[in-house]
């Protein structure tokens, strides 16, 4: 009989034997991959189309983002209010979103009305209207929202760290101006939702309680496409040349937006892996170094953050806050005392062990539920890398030393390389 009076003993949670449910996979008959997970405990789904349709596809500036934001605003037999309403009688959801790379479509829903509604998600990407009243509603208040948004110091520094690590020119450093949605014709959008949507290439990922007829579904809706895929848009990123930067956004503003970041690698770096567990460290979790000195010893932040940026190809790695004012060089000087102190000085093992153990309780919480552990797959699945990824991420966690994390800190934490930026 279990002894109730004795404690159960405590695991550290780098001591956990964390695991990835594989996903089924299967191709639906014009070569759309389709990764599946069947889990939980609720009859809820959750569907998302993954279409090479990012902005890095497009031609004009805005025009992978409009085009995706007007699929929801009708079709060639319905309204926007009749998409809609069809969407909200069943209880469902359906969002959409527009990346670098990739556009989705994601669809929340209760398992038993899939089959009720993916006929009208396959309007959505073959028959959308893009209609140029709706164009115009939308343009006109995605403009509002960017001058209410460039009033903001910590949006403008945003914009402007992207174009110093990659270039105006390139799809991660590219923003947007009154001009780029006034040069947008209803033409611009239709050609690239033909291209991109119509004829374009896209995966399905699938996750919860899944309906014994859901492959039978998604041949007939979307295996009929012409899933081409379209070569994407080739660019060099470049770098600006000066790597401090002060930009007055607000004269009366007392608070600044801080941003340093610098170039490198994807998830493809040999360095990566070391790297992520080295940014915890530095500024990742609540315990960082970073908010032990700005936030808590100086005050000088209500919190700070660092972490690796998720970009498919360039990619970088970034530090984020806001301060006061009058405090902020001395908050970047903070910043680089503790990449100093990470250069010089091997991590106590306490501390260590700490950031291990955050990291795996952390992931033990990502995998918590069906649409965690697609999410986890799909990261994977769309950054082209190799099965083992998941488990090497945990062995490197597991494994990594306080001589590793200090030559990964000599070689990448260099002042001198990353871009400093402030906008007040």
Partial sequence: ????????????????????????????????????????????????????????????????????????????????????EHFEYYGAHLGRNCGAEFATVTLHTLTKHTGKLLPVIRELFSEASLLQSEMDIAIQNMKQKLDVNLKKSSFVAGRLIDTYLFGEQHPYGRFSRHQDFDALTREDLLNFYDQYYRTGAFKIFVAGKIPDDLEVLLEEHFGDFAHIKKPGRQYIAQPAQEHKFHILNDEKSSQ?????????????????????VLNIVLGGFFGSRL???????????????????????????MISTEAGRGVSEATISEVYKEMDILRNEPIEDDELMLVKNFMMGSILGDLDGPFQMIARWKNIILNDLDSDFFNRYISNIKGITASELQETADKYLIPGDFYELVVI
Avoid at 291 to 317: C, F, Q, V
């Fill in 1 to 84: 009989m279990l002894n109730r009076t004795i404690a159960p003993p405590i695991v550290d949670a780098v001591n956990f034997n964390l695991q990835l449910q594989p996903y089924q996979k299967y191709v639906l008959k014009n070569g759309v991959e389709v990764y599946a997970i069947d889990a939980g405990t609720e009859e809820v789904l959750q569907i998302e189309w993954v279409f090479d349709a990012g902005n890095w596809f497009e031609e004009k500036n805005l025009q992978a983002a409009v085009t995706n934001f007007l699929l929801k605003n009708g079709t060639a037999t319905k309204t926007a209010f009749e998409i809609n």
């Fill in 256 to 276: 600044s937006s801080i941003k340093l970041a610098r170039p490198f690698g994807n998830r493809h770096h040999p360095d990566f892996l070391k790297a992520q």
């Fill in 291 to 317: 908010m032990a000195n700005i936030r808590e010893d100086k005050g000088y932040t209500y919190g700070i953050h660092s972490y690796l940026m998720g970009n498919k190809k360039e990619n970088g790695w």
